[in-house]
C-alpha cells in the first residue's frame, strides 16, 4: 500500500492523531515540571548533587485539609530546613500525589496552582512541583515512607512490624465506618466528589 492509496480522511486523521500526541506531551511535561534551570557552572554543580523531594502534607504542611485545593498550616522546623537548603543554593522540590494527571487533569493543575500560591507566601519563592521520581533525586522526607537500607532490604529505624499494625489497623478503621454507616459513608463520598467538581 503506497502513499497514493491514503485518502484525505485518513491524512486528515493521522494529522489530528499527532497534533493530540504533541498537545498530550507538552501537557504531561508542564504538569510535571522537569525543567533544568539554564546553565551555567553553579548549575552544573546544583544538578550532579542532585535534588531534594519534599513532601507536602504532613511533612511541609499539616495535613487534614478538608477538600483537595485547601493546603494546611506550614510546619516550621521543615519550613526552617527548605529555607536553610535554598539558601545554600540546593535543588528543592515539592513531591506530592496531588499533582498527578493521572488522577484527573483538572484537578492537578488546580492543586499545582494551589501549592505554587503556598509556597510563595511560606517559602518565600515557588518551588518545581512533581509527582515522580528519577534518577537525580538525592533524598526524599516524606512522613509516609521508611528508609530501606541500601542493597540489603532491611527497613531503618522502627520494627517493620510495628508500621504493619499501623497500617492494617487504619483500613480495619476505615472497614468498620463503611459497615457502621454505609449510607453516610455513600453521602460523604458523593458530597466530596461533588465539593471537587466546584
Not at 493521572?102 to 512541583?129: K, M, S, T, V, Y
Not at 509527582?131 to 520494627?159: I, N, S
Not at 499494625?165 to 466528589?193: L, M, Y
Request: some cysteine; glycine content about 6%; hydrophobic content about 35%.
Amino acid at each position: 500500500m503506497g502513499l497514493a492509496s491514503i485518502t484525505s480522511a485518513e491524512t486528515a486523521m493521522l494529522k489530528i492523531t499527532i497534533l493530540v500526541r504533541r498537545v498530550t506531551d507538552a501537557s504531561a511535561s508542564r504538569l510535571n515540571m522537569r525543567k533544568r534551570a539554564p546553565g551555567n557552572n553553579e548549575d552544573a554543580e546544583r544538578r550532579t548533587r542532585g535534588w531534594i523531594g519534599v513532601d507536602l502534607d504532613g511533612t511541609l504542611a499539616k495535613s487534614g485539609a478538608v477538600q483537595t485545593e485547601e493546603i494546611g498550616p506550614p510546619i516550621d522546623p521543615m519550613v526552617k530546613l527548605v529555607k536553610k537548603w535554598l539558601a545554600h543554593g540546593e535543588d528543592v522540590r515539592i513531591f506530592t500525589a496531588r499533582v498527578n494527571p493521572n488522577q484527573g487533569a483538572f484537578d492537578a493543575i488546580r492543586a499545582r496552582r494551589h501549592i505554587e500560591a503556598w509556597c510563595e507566601h511560606h517559602l518565600g519563592q515557588i518551588l518545581p512541583i512533581t509527582y515522580e521520581k528519577d534518577w537525580d533525586m538525592a533524598l526524599l522526607f516524606d512522613d509516609r515512607a521508611r528508609q530501606v537500607e541500601h542493597d540489603t532490604g532491611r527497613v531503618v529505624g522502627c520494627p517493620l512490624r510495628t508500621d504493619f499494625k499501623a497500617h492494617r489497623n487504619t483500613i480495619t478503621r476505615s472497614c468498620r465506618r463503611i459497615e457502621e454507616s454505609p449510607s453516610a459513608f455513600n453521602t460523604g463520598r458523593k458530597r466530596w466528589r461533588d465539593s471537587r467538581r466546584k
